[in-house]
């Protein structure tokens, strides 16, 4: 019985088992019993949030089996946080009734911490289906129903506690051998430690509670960014569209206005003198055929509807629906415009109100969803804080905690992923995500170094994480309603700004018809004043038919659309000729600039090749006249050059000139375009007015929609009043169901109080055990009793959430009848309104008309005096327009011809018989004319190409050539040079023979004295000695006479050197002096072809000036004649509309 008793107070039976009743901590949740498994099973309970997951995947779990009734015992003691408060010593137990427990009871403040639990558990915090199931089976787990526990029953708690302390007490002083045999395991268990088995197992589940959490997150992350997004654009682009839609109403309502005033003016002109009873049957005929449309588009109204209930979801539903839909939109704005257009802006209200609805809906879901996985997160940080007090024994494991942190890591690069995509989305919160990817990166730096603290720190980053989430959701949301009001202002500018550009497309046509006309038109002008007698004939006519005058209004509306579509047109050919001008006049001006660097560069070179001679007078004034020849041969090429080069010149100032003209022409296209970007200055102030026309219209248009919202706001307030009274039902319900869970709180104390009064009993009692048996199985059956209401109760809450449902749904269609029935109402009142308005404005029509009539024919008396009077003015008129004309025209001509003699200047004269072709009596011709001449300067563009290139080939050619031949006389020089060193050595050769020879001559002079001196002694001695020596004088004076014939010839010999030595100076001084000559001469014209340059360039910058001064002059004279023009045009438009 002890055990049956210790079973149903939440103990487990094992054989060797212990009781440990003093377990409660302080900061749990609530008071109770903490289980833990037998440590010879080596296993750990699922955590509670891995249960619950768990129990989500698979809600129809079966408990697992009641174990033994008997005490258990537990292998490892229940870890305490640090403010804990510590439990007895198991070896000590407490005896009941030793005095009062004072302090000693257990504390019942709740800690963020989910137990894994076996047996029965109370917590405050657990739902219903727990408690019933854990008393009924022992080993249920806890679900998510916390909110059906109120706050007020912690007290209860804590008494419930303090009775299960004195129940363990009692048990304790009982001296049980079981009891004891568990306080000596428990002993040792505290002594032993914890398993490895047991923490790996606890790693294991940890780690699969916090991928079940990630994956949490990662679906309300990924259903809350993205698909969010998508769905408010679309909402958004509904919107824009319905906004549009009604802007295309309130224009088509204005043009029923204009049709309706139309019809009644043709109405009341049918009527005549017609009573006002024929007005009223008229108006009886418009209301019945009004409610006939009425009843008909209400018929089609209830077929579309019903084609909604039962086809949505098919395409070819959806295309019946549609066709109906296209046929109910025919009819109204056949029949009923207004209609119609109320109809759709109530239509579009209602569902940018569901819209709004559903939007307000999803953000409650996603605020229960982020609330879930607050608690999900505050459990997984219980279950991090337990984890915390047992990492010093978790080394052995580091090799699984090494794998974990790296799948962790690789989910981290998921969420950085996702992060990057939801980044993509939302760029209003670029720089948070990004400061959170950093964060990530650092924290999964830290979890690589500092294994302790990793579970703490994935789950302060899981927080973070849905924090951002939160945020970023309320910033998206806020971002997403600024985005709508933008969008909606955007809308309204596009709407304005299309307006505008049609209106201003409309009238630039217009513009651009009357610039092709506006000569025709002066010209119709003077034809137009010989009909004005005629016009004033038909002035009367026109009066009498002032209702027709609407008509013809139009008529010449649309008349000058298309002029201006025409003039558009004609202007869009002139831009693009004026483009090929400007093209044209760039191309011309950069092959003007081309040709100008080249002939820079011949100058450059013109100026080096000076240089260089000049620096070869020195080395020339010693050559020799051989070079003479070659120098006059290069002269004249140089001069041939020289030539070239002024062509070059000549042809370039042409050029310039043509390009002047050029500039002058564009400059006249340029002052044409200025004032037709006036006239559409003009233009565009009238559709100024006309914007702010249509903005008053687009105010009330808003002012009838907040009117109409204030309205739906009402129905909305109604609907959410009868949520407020099914809320209060629900909460009834709860209440009820709460009673249910306090009797079943009663039950359970009554049944603790029965196992401590068993249990005081003990064994002495023995004889009442089988009463105690009945009691206890009466005490389940009361049980059993309370769980089948428990179940009812829940079974009667989802009833009553089905019958809110159905409540809501029966609310939404009666919603939809009561906007259907408003309007229907507002329909017909609208209607009925419309209709008693027109029959009242036709009736004030009827009346203003006949004294629009009074009045006109008072007006044509006036108007017939004015006549006379306007005559006399439109002679003037006439007159100073023909002379304006007149102007124009001459300047015009003016212009094109000088033109004309620009560019055919180097033609031949024209025939005197030829016509030249007027702009206003033949635009065509004169257009033609205007092509030709272009492509004449294109022609002489290509020619003038074609020639600079040949005068670039020609003078390359020419200065190859001249090259050459300064080379051909650069080698001649060398060679004279060689020549004049080989001469003045031989010079010096001879030189020094004749000065041999002379000491030659002098030794022979002395040695001829000395001869003589011995002969006039040998001749002495002769005459004393004897004959034969006779022979030897005379052999002597042989001798002597030779040697003074071979002087004679060695003298007559340096006698002709001299005179040959004498000869080379001479000519050398000659060539010398002729060579000075011309190289002085050549200085001489190049410094003239320089000076010549200059002088023709400065001639050049003067005519240039000179032709800036005529454009200046040609443009202003251009801006009087556009003035003249101008005031023509507006002549002629006077002319046309008093025509």
């Given at each position: ?453 990793a579970e703490d720190s994935i789950a302060e980053r899981l927080q973070q994480q849905i924090n951002a989430l939160r945020d970023e959701l309320s910033e998206a949301n806020v971002h997403l309603q600024d985005r709508e009001n933008r969008v909606d202002d955007l809308e309204l500018n596009a709407a304005e700004l299309n307006a505008q550009l049609e209106q201003a497309e409309t009238d ?632």
């Amino acid at each position: 019985m002890a055990d049956r008793f210790a079973a149903l107070a939440g103990y487990a039976e094992d054989d060797e088992s212990g009781t440990d009743f003093n377990s409660t901590r302080a900061g749990a949740p609530a008071g109770g019993l903490t289980t833990m498994l037998d440590a010879s099973s080596d296993s750990l309970l699922v955590p509670v949030a891995a249960a619950k997951a768990s129990a989500a995947a698979a809600p129809q779990r079966t408990a697992p089996p009641p174990r033994p009734l008997s005490p258990r015992q537990t292998n490892a003691p229940t870890a305490q946080p640090s403010d804990a408060r510590p439990a007895p010593p198991p070896a000590t137990p407490r005896i009941a009734g030793a005095g009062p427990r004072g302090n000693d009871a257990p504390s019942t403040r709740r800690k963020a911490e989910h137990r894994r639990l076996q047996g029965i558990r109370i917590l405050a915090g657990e739902d219903e289906a727990a408690a019933a199931a854990a008393a009924a089976t022992a080993a249920a787990i806890a679900a998510d129903d916390d909110e059906l526990l109120s706050e007020d029953s912690d007290d209860e708690l804590a008494r419930m506690q303090a009775d299960m302390s004195r129940a363990a007490d009692t048990t304790a002083g009982n001296g049980d051998e079981s009891a004891m045999v568990g306080l000596r395991a428990q002993k040792q268990r505290m002594q032993g430690g914890i398993s490895l088995k047991g923490n790996e197992e606890r790693t294991r589940a940890l780690q699969a509670e916090n991928n079940e959490l990630k994956l949490e997150v990662d679906l309300l992350r990924k259903r809350y960014t993205h698909n969010d997004a998508l769905r408010e654009l679309a909402v958004v682009v509904k919107e824009r569209a319905a906004l549009q839609q009604q802007l295309l109403g309130l224009s088509q309502f204005a043009n029923k206005t204009l049709d309706e005033a139309k019809l009644s003016k043709k109405i009341i002109k049918k009527l005549g003198t017609d009573t006002v009873e024929s007005l009223r049957e008229a108006a009886e005929n418009a209301r019945a055929e009004a409610r006939e449309e009425r009843e008909r588009a209400e018929a089609l109204r209830r077929e579309l509807a019903s084609a909604r209930q039962n086809e949505a979801g098919s395409v070819q539903q959806e295309a019946e629906i549609k066709a109906l839909r296209d046929e109910l939109e025919g009819i109204k704005l056949d029949h009923k415009d207004e209609l119609f257009e109320l109809q759709k802006e109530k239509e579009d209200l209602e569902d940018r109100i569901d819209a709004l609805a559903a939007t307000e809906r999803d953000r409650d879901a996603a605020e229960d969803q982020v609330a879930a996985l607050n608690e999900d997160l505050a459990a997984l940080r219980a279950e991090n804080e337990q984890m915390s007090t047992q990492m010093d024994q978790l080394e052995d494991v580091k090799a699984a905690l090494t794998e974990e942190l790296d799948k962790r890591q690789t989910h981290l690069q998921e969420l950085l992923a996702s992060e990057e995509a939801l980044q993509a989305e939302l760029e209003v919160g670029r720089q948070r995500l990004e400061l959170q990817s950093e964060e990530r990166g650092a924290l999964a730096e830290d979890m690589e170094r500092q294994l302790r603290h990793a579970e703490d720190s994935i789950a302060e980053r899981l927080q973070q994480q849905i924090n951002a989430l939160r945020d970023e959701l309320s910033e998206a949301n806020v971002h997403l309603q600024d985005r709508e009001n933008r969008v909606d202002d955007l809308e309204l500018n596009a709407a304005e700004l299309n307006a505008q550009l049609e209106q201003a497309e409309t009238d630039l046509k217009a513009l651009e018809e009357a610039l092709n006309e506006k000569t025709e038109a002066c010209e119709a002008a003077y034809r137009e004043g010989d009909e004005l007698e005629a016009a004033r004939d038909e002035l009367e006519a026109k009066l009498n038919e002032a209702n027709a005058a609407i008509e013809t209004l139009d008529q010449e509306m649309e008349d000058r659309h298309r002029e201006v579509e025409q003039t558009n047109a004609e202007i869009r050919d002139l831009s693009e000729r004026n483009q090929q001008l400007e093209e044209q006049v760039d191309e011309l001006n950069a092959e003007l600039q081309h040709v100008n660097d080249r002939l820079s560069a011949t100058e450059e070179k013109f100026v080096e090749e000076t240089q260089l001679l000049s620096r070869k007078n020195a080395a020339l004034k010693e050559r020799l006249a051989d070079a003479d020849a070659a120098l006059a041969d290069a002269h004249a090429q140089g001069d041939a050059t020289q030539h070239d080069i002024e062509d070059a010149l000549k042809e370039s100032s042409a050029l310039g000139r043509r390009v002047d003209q050029l500039k002058q022409e564009l400059d006249d296209v340029h002052s044409e375009k200025d004032r037709i970007e006036a006239k559409l200055d003009d233009v565009l102030s009238d559709l100024r007015d006309e914007e702010r026309l249509r903005e008053k219209a687009e105010d009330d248009a808003v002012a009838r929609f907040e009117e109409a919202e204030k309205k739906y706001r009402g129905i909305i307030d109604d609907k959410e009043d009868d949520i407020a009274s099914l809320k209060q039902d629900l909460a009834s319900s709860e209440a009820a169901l709460q009673a249910r869970l306090e009797d079943l709180e009663r039950l359970q104390d009554a049944l603790r109080n029965k196992e401590s009064e068993s249990r005081r009993l003990g064994q002495s009692h023995s004889d009442q055990h089988q009463s105690l048996e009945l009691e206890i199985e009466r005490l389940k059956r009361d049980l059993a009793r309370c769980e089948a209401d428990l179940e009812r109760a829940r079974k009667d809450l989802d009833r009553k959430d089905e019958t809110l449902r159905e409540r809501e749904d029966s609310l939404a269609r009666l919603t939809t009848e009561h906007r259907s029935t408003a309007d229907k109402l507002a329909s017909e009142s609208s209607a009925l309104q419309s209709l008693q308005e027109k029959l009242a404005a036709q009736l004030r029509a009827v009346e203003d008309k006949q004294a629009e009539l009074e009045q006109a024919r008072a007006d044509v008396t006036r108007l017939e005096r004015e006549l006379a009077a306007g005559d006399r003015s439109l002679a003037a008129d006439q007159e100073k327009t023909r002379k304006q004309l007149k102007e124009s025209n001459n300047l015009l001509m003016e212009i094109y011809d000088d033109l004309s003699k620009s560019i055919t200047a180097d033609r031949a004269t024209p025939r005197k018989g030829a016509v030249e072709p007027k702009p206003f009596s033949n635009f065509v011709v004169f257009q033609d004319k205007l092509v030709r001449l272009v492509a004449r300067v294109l022609t002489f563009k290509s020619q003038f190409a074609e020639r600079a290139k040949a005068i670039e080939e020609q003078f390359g050619e020419a200065t190859q050539a001249l090259k050459r031949q300064q080379e051909a006389k650069f080698r001649q020089l060398e060679k004279l040079e060689a020549t004049v060193v080989n001469v003045q050595g031989k010079q010096t050769q001879w030189r020094d023979r004749v000065k041999m020879k002379t000491d030659e001559l002098a030794a022979v002079k002395a040695t001829k004295s000395e001869l003589e001196a011995q002969l006039s002694s040998l001749r002495t001695r002769a005459a004393l000695s004897s004959p034969g020596e006779g022979n030897k004088q005379a052999a002597l004076a042989s001798r002597a006479g030779g040697l003074e014939r071979r002087l004679a010839t060695a003298q007559s010999q340096l006698t002709q050197a001299e005179e040959r030595l004498a000869d080379a100076r001479v000519k050398y001084s000659e060539g010398e002096g002729k060579w000075a000559a011309r190289i002085k001469e050549l200085e001489m014209r190049c410094r003239q072809a320089e000076e010549k340059y200059k002088r023709e360039r400065q001639g050049a910058k003067e005519r240039v000036a000179e032709m800036n001064e005529q454009i200046k002059q040609k443009e202003k004279e251009v801006e009087a004649a556009n003035r003249r023009r101008g005031t023509v045009a507006h002549v002629a438009e006077n002319l046309a509309r008093v025509a």
